[in-house]
């Protein structure tokens, strides 16, 4: 095997697992620091030995194997006290378990909670994202960096400042239940949604559409969709990024200017997106549980993905749908789409009593300022 190609099968793998691998080390090691720097050990020894030795049979396990090694062996050198010392050596060596499944067994959500933990409130969302991105998604920092168009050393300086701040404030892997529980997942939420927000329409940079970035916010979100099979919103969030993300083929033209929906070539339009996004959003109504914004977004969005073209698109639909999400997420965006959506579904005069109508409440400027 070829050391690109070895190169590329641990990256895969790094991507696919060092969530699994990151949270299951801070939930034996109670310390995020380390948990990353034994995840990061293993990843450093795949990259040397895996070139000479080849693919090993199960390298998820090879990974869990390698860095509860490297664990054991730091807690074995640690000048701390010997109770601490024995029990974190006890808990690692019980872990050891043929693969990480068997792991992450024991605790199902290990990865939500790593979720939890680098979407904490007491971090600002951008260090959200860019926290989320290095631990959940496996994302290297000159990886960020490319991604938000920033140097590598003010990334590497906000992941470490994240971290202080998190050991400083005494946060740890947890389940919330309840309402917090739900506030928590929207938090996970709303930062995925903004790292394929900053993807796809950029708020930074002469690239206004960066793909990558793209891509990233909706693995992210199948991987909460997959930890949060419950949450309807959940699933809301992955149908939202892969009915938008679907479009990304006809958003440029053969010059990289922008294509508006109604002038996109919908032949273009990547189906495999589209039908699982619908998959989605088709798991999110079955749960028969109150849905929020982000499943009526979708429902906004397949309408879209329904119709072969613009001229076909139901707006009568769109605007009901605008209807029910104003009311449960006002915002200028909201109200202009709702608007227009009314302009097409019943003409001009329609979308314009719409805005007339903010103006004379004095709320669409209200939004704006």
């Known amino acids: ?33 380390l948990a990353e720097e034994f995840a990061q050990d293993a990843l450093v020894a795949a990259l040397e030995q895996w070139p000479k ?17 490297r664990a054991v062996d730091y807690f ?28 992450v067994d024991q605790i199902e959500d290990d990865v939500l909670r790593l979720m939890f933990l680098t979407c904490h409130p007491t971090l600002a969302p951008d260090t959200r994202a860019v926290l989320t991105l290095r631990l959940v998604g496996g994302l290297t920092v000159p990886e960020i960096a490319r ?11 906000r992941i470490s ?14 389940s919330p239940q309840g309402r917090e529980r739900q506030d928590r997942i929207a938090d996970v939420m709303a930062v995925v949604s903004l790292i394929f927000n900053e993807g796809y329409t950029a708020t930074a940079g002469e690239g206004w559409f960066r793909p990558d970035l793209c891509r990233e916010a909706i693995r992210l979100a199948r991987m909460l ?35 508006l929906l109604e002038s996109q070539d919908r032949s273009k339009w990547d189906h495999d997106l589209i ?19 982000y499943v009526i977004q979708a429902s906004i969005a397949a309408c879209h993905a329904h119709r072969r073209s613009f001229a076909e698109t139901d707006w009568t639909r769109i605007a009901q749908l605008y209807d029910v999400l104003t009311t449960i997420r006002p915002s200028p965006v909201v109200d202009v789409n709702r608007a227009v959506a009314y302009g097409r579904a019943w003409g001009p005069d329609a979308g314009l009593r719409i805005l007339s109508a903010l103006d004379r409440e004095g709320t669409l400027a209200a939004r704006l300022s």
């Not at 991604?147 to 300086?157: H, I, M, R, S, T």
């Open 76 to 103: 074995r050198r640690v000048e701390t006290s010997r109770r601490t010392s024995e029990a974190a050596r006890h808990q690692l060596a019980e872990a050891d378990a043929p693969d990480l499944a068997d792991a």
């Open 161 to 174: 400042r994240a971290k202080r701040t998190l050991q400083e404030s005494g946060a740890t892997l947890e």
């Open 1 to 33: 095997m070829g050391s690109g190609t070895t190169a590329d099968a641990v990256a895969e793998v790094w991507r696919a697992e060092s969530a699994r691998l990151v949270a299951t080390l801070m939930r034996m090691t109670h310390d995020l620091g």
């Open 53 to 69: 030795d080849g693919l090993p049979s199960r390298p998820a396990a090879w990974l869990s194997a390698v860095a509860r090694r």
């Open 275 to 293: 039908q699982r996004g619908l998959a989605a959003l088709d798991r999110a109504e079955r749960l028969g549980r109150p849905v929020g914004p």
């Open 147 to 157: 991604a938000f168009l920033a140097k590598e050393a003010a990334v590497g300086q």
């Open 225 to 259: 969709a997959e930890q949060a099979p419950h949450e309807p919103e959940a699933h809301g969030l992955q149908a939202l990024l892969e009915l938008q993300a679907s479009r990304m083929p006809a958003r440029r033209d053969e010059h990289g200017r922008a294509v």
